[in-house]
């Protein structure tokens, strides 16, 4: 890592230097926000998921009335 | 089918992002004129014409649909447009910033450059109320794909427009005569031009894993909400 910062050329971190970081930082934090919604995204799929293989669970087991969500948890 | 190929996909964009940024603030050399702001030109015209491009793709996706009538181009088409509207707001933002920079004000209102990109994406936005203003979902893939079309086919010509219109604010860069950019920073704007659009590739192909993986979903629960003679067939991939 000191490599690489003794390598920078003489930033001009003043006036000029806030706004190339602001520019790169709402960059960054559009792709950190997408992420973020993604992963909510994938959670609502592997939780749904998960309720269907309790529902295919009960239902190959002739028990209809028991609670999906609970027998799927074990095996996670 | 939509996530295949999506980690080595990923791992290049990280690494072609990575280089790119290695480029913009070891290697290229500052500007005569901006000075270290320019350092925000690798960042939003990147950003601008991949988000542009994405807007005609998207109308090529919508024109194949149109064509085969096949759903899974709709989702490609949708998908694109998505990506190119978010990547749109980066561009406006960064833009925006580096106008204040530059000309101290944070928007200019007789910069043709400016106000035909808000044009476009302020169009843009107007593609999800439109789209989902329609209940049918085959009627709402067809509107969505005309809508498509016609808004894709405005963006090039959107741009010739300002090209023509020929403003001394907006700096020509890319000029073949005289002032256009000298080797070093050509390579690093091409090579953050591959990292956005691999960037661009690789979240589209994400978005469109996830809602195949969601629609697939829903075919699911409804096939086992409601069992039918051959059910499995039932349980066919699908982008909602």
Same mark, same amino acid.
């Not at chain 2, 999506?6 to 005569?32: E, G, K, M, N, Q």
């Not at chain 2, 649909?65 to 949708?78: F, K, N, P, T, V």
């Not at chain 2, 300002?162 to 000298?182: D, K």
């Given at each position: 890592?000191l490599p690489?910062?003794a390598a +920078?050329?003489?930033?001009?971190?003043?006036?000029?230097g806030?706004? &190339?970081?602001?520019?790169?930082? &709402?960059?960054?934090a559009?792709?950190v926000?997408?992420v973020a919604?993604?992963?909510?995204?994938l959670q $609502?799929i592997e $939780?749904e998921?998960?309720e269907?293989?309790?529902f295919?669970e009960? $239902?190959?087991?002739g028990?209809?009335?028991?609670?999906?969500?609970?027998?799927? +948890?074990?095996? &996670? | 089918?939509?996530g295949k190929g999506?980690r080595?996909?990923?791992?290049?964009? %990280?690494?072609?992002l990575?280089? !790119?940024?290695?480029?913009?603030f070891?290697?290229a050399?500052l500007?005569?004129?901006?000075? *270290?702001?320019?350092?925000i030109?690798y960042?939003?015209?990147?950003? !601008?014409?991949v988000a542009?491009v994405?807007f %005609?793709i998207?109308?090529v996706?919508?024109i194949?649909?149109?064509?085969?009538? =096949? #759903?899974?181009?709709?989702?490609?088409?949708y @998908?694109?447009i998505?990506m190119?509207?978010?990547?749109?707001?980066? @561009?406006?933002i960064t #833009?925006s910033?580096?106008?204040?920079?530059s000309?101290?004000h944070?928007w200019v209102?007789d =910069?043709?450059t400016?106000v035909?990109f808000?044009?476009v994406?302020?169009?843009?936005a /107007?593609?999800y109320?439109f789209r989902? !203003?329609?209940?049918?979902? =085959?009627r709402q893939g067809?509107?969505a794909?005309v *809508?498509?079309? @016609?808004?894709?086919?405005f963006v090039?010509l959107?741009?010739m427009a300002v090209?023509?219109?020929?403003s001394?604010?907006h700096p020509?860069?890319?000029a073949? /005569?005289n002032g256009g950019?000298?080797?070093?920073?050509?390579? /690093? *704007?091409?090579?953050?031009?591959l990292?956005i659009g691999?960037?661009w %590739? /690789?979240?589209?192909?994400?978005?469109?894993t996830a809602?195949?993986?969601s629609g697939?979903l829903?075919?699911l629960?409804?096939a086992?909400?409601?069992?039918a003679?051959?059910?499995?067939?039932? @349980?066919?991939? =699908?982008?909602?």
């Amino acid at each position: 890592m000191l490599p690489l910062i003794a390598a +920078t050329p003489a930033l001009p971190l003043d006036e000029a230097g806030k706004y &190339v970081a602001g520019a790169y930082i &709402v960059f960054l934090a559009l792709i950190v926000i997408y992420v973020a919604i993604m992963a909510a995204k994938l959670q $609502r799929i592997e $939780r749904e998921l998960r309720e269907l293989a309790g529902f295919v669970e009960s $239902r190959a087991n002739g028990d209809q009335a028991a609670p999906a969500a609970e027998k799927v +948890t074990s095996d &996670v | 089918m939509y996530g295949k190929g999506l980690r080595p996909l990923s791992i290049a964009t %990280v690494a072609a992002l990575v280089a !790119a940024l290695s480029l913009v603030f070891f290697y290229a050399p500052l500007d005569a004129d901006q000075g *270290f702001i320019q350092k925000i030109f690798y960042l939003h015209v990147p950003l !601008a014409i991949v988000a542009l491009v994405g807007f %005609v793709i998207g109308g090529v996706f919508a024109i194949l649909h149109l064509r085969s009538g =096949e #759903g899974r181009w709709d989702a490609y088409s949708y @998908v694109s447009i998505h990506m190119s509207v978010i990547f749109g707001v980066a @561009v406006l933002i960064t #833009g925006s910033i580096w106008a204040k920079a530059s000309w101290g004000h944070w928007w200019v209102w007789d =910069e043709p450059t400016l106000v035909s990109f808000l044009i476009v994406f302020l169009m843009y936005a /107007t593609y999800y109320p439109f789209r989902y !203003a329609i209940e049918d979902r =085959e009627r709402q893939g067809r509107y969505a794909s005309v *809508f498509a079309i @016609v808004a894709g086919a405005f963006v090039p010509l959107n741009f010739m427009a300002v090209r023509m219109a020929q403003s001394l604010v907006h700096p020509r860069v890319f000029a073949t /005569t005289n002032g256009g950019l000298p080797g070093s920073m050509m390579l /690093t *704007f091409l090579i953050s031009l591959l990292a956005i659009g691999l960037l661009w %590739v /690789t979240l589209v192909k994400f978005e469109l894993t996830a809602k195949s993986a969601s629609g697939q979903l829903k075919r699911l629960r409804r096939a086992l909400d409601a069992p039918a003679p051959g059910g499995s067939s039932r @349980v066919a991939p =699908e982008v909602s």
